[in-house]
Structures are given as C-alpha cells and as structure tokens.
C-alpha cells in the first residue's frame, strides 16, 4: 500500500485569516493542501476560485491538492494549473469530456485525479484509472464541510486497491480519527480532513496521531 498522506482541507480554515490557516498547516506536517473549489451549480454552494489557488501557492511551498466541485471543469481547469494546483481533481459526473481533460491535464504540468460521489458506481471511473494519479471517493456529498461520513464507499475502495496495489486512493469528507482508520482498512492511503484538524487545538499532534494510526 503506499505511504500515507494527510491534507488539510481549508474549507474548514479561518477567512479572516487564510494564509496563517496555509501555514498552519505546514508547519502541523501536512503532506500538502487541499483546496475545494465550488460552483455553486455542481454543488449548492461557492467556495474558492483560481485567486485562492495562487494566493496559497505563494505563500506555502507545500502540494495543492484542488478539488473541482464544477459543472465545467474544462473551461477552467487550465487556469487552476496556472494558479499553481499540483493535482487537480475533477468529478466524473461533471459536464464535458472528463476522459480527454485527464491527459490534457496532464499535459498542462499537473497530476490529474478523478472524483466520485458516494452513490457513483465504481464501474464509471474504471475506465479512466490508468489515466490518474489519484482516485478521489466523495465519503460526503459534496458541498459543505462539518458533515458526517458515509461509509458506501468503502467497499469500491477495497475492491479498487485490489486492482490497484500502487496506486493514490482518496477519501474526502466527515474524516475523523475513527473514520480515517476506517477508510485505511477499506484501502484508502489520501486523507483530506477539513473541520475535524480546524478544530484541533494543536494540529500538528492530531496530524501526528492521525498519521501513526494508520500506519
Ligand atoms: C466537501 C469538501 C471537503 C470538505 C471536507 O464538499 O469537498 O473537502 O472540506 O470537510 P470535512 O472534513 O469537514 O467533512
Ligand atoms: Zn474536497
């Protein structure tokens, strides 16, 4: 299985603070950022634009993880690789050709990921996975953080790891220390927690407890 990596998700940060949130987040021992971008159309909120990406991208040298929760993400995946995302994941029930954005992402300079909702087949992301670095299982619905984990996902994950003994499988929502451990049993190695490391009084501690956990 590969190493574990932890990102905070800073839909759960501070606004009136986003930079010190960034280092927070470093400086915790984080394996990178994740950043969730939202439409309000694909998911019925906002949150984040290409601005945000750049901004954190100059202020932490860390790994952004950017989650696309848009309706078309073709239209605008060029400029989030510009913004400085290192992976850019996209759904694969978004509008467009998501099978021929993932290589031009990729030509574009930056490591493509697929997404799915909880309630999407395993089946309707098999056919683009030798085509990502990173598959991205919803243990949410998509579009607000602080919600609880859904566990549906688990047994696409196990079944995935077992086609794929090598390769970034995610889990993005509800993530805790007890459904972190959860997602890591089912085969999950990518953790994006939003509220759940905002909320801790020290990060850096839970990011350690977390990380020797699942080893
Ligand atoms: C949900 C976002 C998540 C969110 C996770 O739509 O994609 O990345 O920030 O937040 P928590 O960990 O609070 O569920
Ligand atoms: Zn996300």
Redesign the pocket.
């Known amino acids: 299985m590969p190493v574990v990596k932890i990102l905070p998700?800073?839909?759960?940060a501070d606004l009136g603070n986003l930079e010190a949130a960034c280092k927070t987040c470093v400086s915790a021992g984080a394996d990178g950022i994740?950043v969730?971008v939202?439409d309000g159309h694909f998911?019925p909120?906002l949150?984040y634009g290409s601005g945000t990406v750049a901004m954190v991208d100059r202020v932490v040298d860390t790994h952004l993880n950017v989650?696309l929760?848009i309706t078309h993400p073709l239209d605008h995946a060029e400029a989030f690789i510009r913004a400085g995302s290192d992976t850019l994941s996209v759904h694969i029930e978004a509008e467009g050709d998501i099978a021929g954005l993932l290589p031009r992402i990729r030509a574009l300079g930056a490591r493509p990921g697929i997404v799915l909702n909880p309630d999407t087949p395993l089946s309707r992301v098999l056919p683009v996975v030798d085509t990502v670095e990173e598959v991205l299982f919803?243990?949410?619905?998509?579009?607000?953080?602080?919600?609880s984990?859904i566990a549906d996902a688990m047994p696409g994950i196990a079944e995935l790891r077992a086609q794929y003994p090598g390769l970034d499988i995610a889990v993005?929502?509800?993530?805790?220390r007890e459904t972190c451990r959860v997602a890591r049993e089912a085969g999950a190695n990518v953790f994006?927690?939003?509220?759940?490391?905002?909320r801790a009084s020290d990060m850096a501690e839970e990011v350690a407890l977390i990380r020797a956990a699942l080893q």
């Open positions: 998700s800073i839909l759960g994740h969730d939202m998911v909120n949150a989650h929760m919803m243990t949410v619905f998509p579009g607000f953080g602080g919600q984990f993005d929502g509800g993530l805790n994006h927690i939003g509220s759940h490391l905002f």
